[in-house]
Every structure is written in structure tokens, then in C-alpha cells.
């Protein structure tokens, strides 16, 4: 398969990474829950890197699916119920520190049909900041997740609808100002940051490859009207790996070195 992702199915395959995320960010990522352990399991979670103290997640909760933002010292908050085999694409912006709609929770099966959920900053969720990162697990440990995610990437400010949805329809990153720290899986469980942020990720030991969300590449041509796949429209986008097609995006004399257009593998 073209697109690849990261495949958990045991404790201890999740990933932990540095952060220096203040009051607004957004963090963009596919997901998938592959068997429903009929617990919390986790998609992604921040701390500080202190126990559970101001740990917050975006977790399945104790029916295996249904999706919540979770907090130390916070209320659960409701976003969708998970249908167990289903790709999911996910931005999840704070616009600030607190308030009954800080947290924007952008979801759908495709990203040019997303709906948004306003919930509350509330616990760990209205923290001032976060140092870690951690995908696949929480800070409560126990909470892993039984499935799959897809390019990870965090920016340090809140991005808008247009953003989100070019975002969370290719692997590389569109947008590079304000970019924080991107993990493509493209190639399956990978520990680097390909931001150039040096913030690369310990962890992953038995984390293995699979298949990711269908039709959406590494990166789209820049010649696309849209920039990203429509109903019943053909895949044209181009994705740069070895045997690509002749699309490839053609790098100027002198132009700076981007690692978004050569993935890893490629």
C-alpha cells in the first residue's frame, strides 16, 4: 500500500515526545481503532512530564468507542462514538487557556467534510502549557490504543478551516510557519521529527506497519484545484517514493533542502 501508518496492538508500543506548546496550538492526525478493547484507550495525550498532573487526552472511554476529551480534574467531553475499522481524521485546536469553547475538535472520514465540536479547556485541558506528547498511551498508563495513526503534525497557533482541511489531506505539511513537530508514519513506526524541530519521538518497540487512510498521498500536486480528494473524484495527487511518477515536485537550483518532499524510504 502507498500510504502507510502506525499499527499498535499491545502495551508498550506507544510513542513519547518533547514539547513547548503554550496557550494555542492545533494537532492534526488520522486515526483508526482496530479492535475495541472496551475500555479507555487513547489516541493521543499532553502533559508535563509529572504523572497525571495536568494530563489530558483524546481517548476513547470505557466502552471502547466512544471519543472524548479527557482530563486530570476535568469532565469528559463527548465527540463522536468510533466505528471499530474506520479511518478518522482529527484537528484539534485550543484557542485559548480556558473558556466554554477554547477546545475546537475539527472530525470526519474525509477532510473536506469535517464537523467541529466546541468543548470547554477544562482540567489538564486548560493547563498553561505542555512538554510531552504522547501517542498511542496516556499519562494514566493502561490506556493504550489497539490501532492505527496517521501523520501527526502540531503547530503552535490556531490553524483556520482552509488550513486544516489541505492539512489533514496530504502526509506533509502544506502550511510550515508556526509548524512545531510532524510525525508522517509514512513508512510505518518511525521516532523522527521531520519539522526540522529536532523534537523526535523515544519509544514504538513492537509498534508495526499498516495500511493508512486510502487516497490520500505524501504530498498533492501543486497544480490541483483542490487540495483534497472529492467524492467520486480519481487520486491524483502525488506521492514521492521510490517508482513515483513523474510528478515529482522539481527543486530549484539553491532552494533549501525540504525534507517534506522526500519521506523517509522514498
Same mark, same amino acid.
Given at each position: 500500500m502507498p500510504e502507510q501508518a502506525v499499527r499498535f496492538d499491545a502495551a508498550g508500543e506507544d510513542y513519547v515526545g518533547p514539547l513547548a506548546l503554550g496557550a494555542t496550538f492545533t494537532i492534526l492526525l488520522w486515526a483508526r481503532v482496530a479492535a475495541d478493547r472496551d475500555t479507555y484507550s487513547t489516541i493521543f495525550g499532553l502533559d508535563n512530564n509529572v504523572g497525571t498532573l495536568g494530563?489530558?487526552?483524546?481517548?476513547?472511554?470505557?466502552?471502547?468507542?466512544?471519543?472524548?476529551m479527557t482530563a486530570q480534574g476535568g469532565t469528559d467531553q463527548?465527540?463522536?462514538?468510533?466505528a471499530v475499522g474506520t479511518w478518522y481524521c482529527y484537528a484539534v485546536t485550543r484557542t485559548a487557556q480556558s473558556g466554554p469553547t477554547a477546545l475546537r475538535v475539527h472530525w470526519g472520514t474525509a477532510p473536506d467534510a469535517l464537523t467541529l465540536v466546541e468543548v470547554a479547556a477544562t482540567g489538564g485541558w486548560g493547563a498553561a502549557g505542555y512538554s510531552q506528547l504522547r501517542l498511542g498511551e496516556s499519562a494514566w498508563s493502561g490506556e493504550w490504543l489497539?490501532?492505527?495513526l496517521a501523520f501527526v503534525k502540531i503547530?503552535?497557533?490556531?490553524?483556520?478551516? %482552509?488550513?486544516? /482541511? *489541505?492539512?489533514? =489531506?496530504?502526509y506533509a505539511p502544506g502550511v510550515t510557519t508556526d509548524l512545531h513537530a510532524a510525525y508522517s508514519f509514512w513508512d510505518g513506526p518511525s521516532n523522527a521529527d521531520l519539522s526540522g524541530n529536532g523534537r523526535d519521538l523515544a519509544g514504538g518497540s513492537g509498534a508495526a506497519t499498516d495500511a493508512g487512510p486510502v487516497g490520500i498521498p505524501y504530498l498533492? %500536486?501543486?497544480? /490541483? *484545484?483542490?487540495? =483534497?480528494?472529492?467524492?467520486?473524484a480519481p487520486v491524483v495527487g502525488v506521492?514521492?517514493?521510490?517508482?513515483?511518477?513523474?510528478r515529482a515536485p522539481s527543486v530549484a537550483a539553491g532552494t533549501p533542502f525540504n525534507p517534506f518532499l522526500y519521506p523517509q524510504g522514498a
Open positions: 494530563a489530558c487526552t483524546m481517548q476513547t472511554i470505557f466502552d471502547g468507542t466512544a471519543l472524548n463527548s465527540i463522536h462514538t468510533m489497539d490501532g492505527d503547530y503552535t497557533r490556531p490553524l483556520d478551516e %482552509s488550513e486544516i /482541511e *489541505t492539512e489533514l =489531506s496530504q498533492w %500536486s501543486t497544480t /490541483e *484545484t483542490h487540495p =483534497s480528494p472529492r467524492a467520486g506521492s514521492v517514493r521510490a517508482g513515483a511518477p513523474e
